[in-house]
DNA sequence: GCGTTAGTTCGGGAATATGGAACTATTGAA
DNA sequence: TTCAATAGTTCCATATTCCCGAACTAACGC
């Protein structure tokens, strides 16, 4: 278990958020972790939703949102409390979260994403 | 060659519109496209930059912007025409591009996206 | 028809994502 | 201090997606 990586304001890339983001799942997590200011623990979230998240896939996904630049991990005693770094990140790209989290919050079905898919299949 | 598929306003996820835009490949493609207007043809970008990308992945890059809705591609006789869907996604997710263009502006002096960020605002 | 131009699709190897099982770190209790 | 429980991470095999060369297709002009 080596410690983690959080990178530094202005070693935060566009491209690493989008991707972090990109991912409803995760974008989901960070938006209860922006929500709350501090969220504790992976378990915490994985029975909250309707599909339980295994914990492998869980730690990669906050894994993927710590290396963005998206939250700040510490381990307090046994259990973990994710911070997001919403001011950090809005310092540097200003309007760029906002604008994300508010796209997700207006959307609410994705019927062509499903149409497209099936179209591919 | 079936015909293009162009997701209908509400059809548009940011999940898709991030996906095609964390790859700065794409976010260039777009940025230039939108800059432009409409811009003609995969070869035309394929050796502008330094390193020539293959028209296949060109090809794949237009069909992620496409799908996503952030172009409309148009056949005009043996050539194609592109074109920024800005507009359209703006009024469903407002301050999105905006954000990501300019993130990306900001971002390691890319100044390609800087002219788009700045035709948006 | 034939050749040319512009782009798409196919196919297979590379890269990335998913998730179960095993492992690690910390705490609390016996 | 040893053991069990809890919380997360890492390992690894499978699955999915991405990349790009080669083959294919569509629209011209001759």
């Given at each position: 278990m080596r410690a983690f990586v959080h990178p530094t304001v202005d070693q935060m890339t566009p491209q690493a958020i989008l991707h972090a983001l990109a991912d409803p799942e995760r974008a989901k997590i960070y938006a209860e972790i922006a929500g709350l200011g501090c969220i504790q623990g992976c378990a915490t979230l994985a029975d909250t939703g309707e599909r339980v998240i295994p914990k492998s896939s869980l730690s990669q996904h906050f894994r993927v949102l710590r290396e963005a630049g998206l939250i700040r991990s510490e381990r307090h005693g046994v259990e973990m409390r994710n911070y997001a770094r919403c001011a950090e990140i809005d310092a540097r790209f200003p309007g760029l979260l906002v604008a994300i989290m508010r796209a997700y919050a207006q959307n609410?079905?994705?019927?062509f994403a499903e149409a497209v898919a099936a179209k591919h299949a």
């Open positions: 609410s079905g994705q019927e």
